[in-house]
């Protein structure tokens, strides 16, 4: 396999051997096409000379992904893809509507070791992780699929893009930072390190590192249990963290940053929705550095889990809400399409 371009920074392309002795309105030129176009073939780079383009074409490649699947809900206009890789393994994207915005939710590994019992990505395991150019480009494909076909509320909102699709992105730190470092520059996607949030079950290795290298991006943890024994049984292997150890980590970082980070919180029936565990994670979250986003769990194909009763639900978050702690409610998307982590690669499999 060739090196993607899309695994270099802006400044990185601009020195690539290639473009040497060549004028330096040449490298601009490259450098929008990769990211600002953010094209997927040689021939669209339309005012790069033909002989560099055969170059180019000959070192590097310059698309990670294509599109195997595309499914968009009848229900909310949620739209899921499931993206080959070059080496054949599969991942997960989502376009969800917010309102006035897209967000796109990406992958950071094929599939995932974390094992958690209600997510339908954990049941087969950790494949790899994901290359950085392999992480931008489900951007810039999600980016060109509402060029193509414009959501009615979106005009031209820059998308919220969240890595909550399938992996552990903290396992991944390095992929995932050098695919951050792209995202936030100028000449990269340009994107607001505010429009990017990463979410993480908490390895403490990772959140001591996103910390030292504190991207100012938004940070969820997701719980599923109060006590390491509880979370052991919804999240097995997070247990290698202990709940106060993560928790008082990624409170350092929203410190760090000055924004509140997030508490996810899975609500599967008689398992975490009981008063006692509402009171639990409110006493976790007070210290004003979280709000609690509460989660009712998409069913899985087997069905042995659960999601919470709405009253259940209800109750829980005023019990937070009761003790001064933002919390709310997500609305689930796409349930028609089969939207939640892991769900459709996990159909195409069985
Ligand atoms: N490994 C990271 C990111 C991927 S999971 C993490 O744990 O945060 C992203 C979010 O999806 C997590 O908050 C997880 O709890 C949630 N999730 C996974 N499966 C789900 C399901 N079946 N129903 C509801 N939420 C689910």
Known sequence: MKPHLRSLVPEQISQ????????????????????????????EMKNLPLTLRQTLREVYDLCALEVETRLVSKEDGTRKFLFKLRDGQTIESVIIPMGDHPTFCISSQVGCAMACSFCATARGGLVRNLEPEEIIDQI???RRDLQKDPHPHFGHRQPNVVFMGMGEPLDNWDNVEQS?????????????????QISTSGPAEGLQRLIKSNP????????????????????????????QEAVDLAAAYARNIGRK???????????????????????????????????PMNRLDDGKLKPSDLEKILAFQKILTNKGIPAFIRASGGQDIAAACGQ?????QV
């Open 261 to 295: 980070a997030t508490l996810a919180w899975v609500l599967i029936a008689h398992q975490t929705d009981s008063p006692e565990q509402a009171k639990q994670l409110a006493a976790l979250a007070h210290r004003g550095a979280f709000k609690v986003n509460l989660i």
């Open 216 to 243: 100012g991006i938004g940070l969820t943890l997701s719980l599923g249990g109060t006590t390491d024994e509880s979370r052991k049984k919804t999240m097995p292997v997070p247990g290698r963290t202990g709940v």
């Open 344 to 348: 459709l690669r996990r159909r195409r």
């Open 16 to 43: 690539i051997p290639e473009l040497k002795g060549l004028p330096a309105f040449r490298a601009a030129q490259l450098i929008a096409w990769v990211f600002e176009q953010g094209v997927f073939q040689w021939q």
């Open 140 to 142: 810039l494909m999600l």
């Open 180 to 196: 951050l470092s792209i995202m936030m520059d100028n000449r990269g996607l340009g994107m607001s390190r505010r429009k990017i």
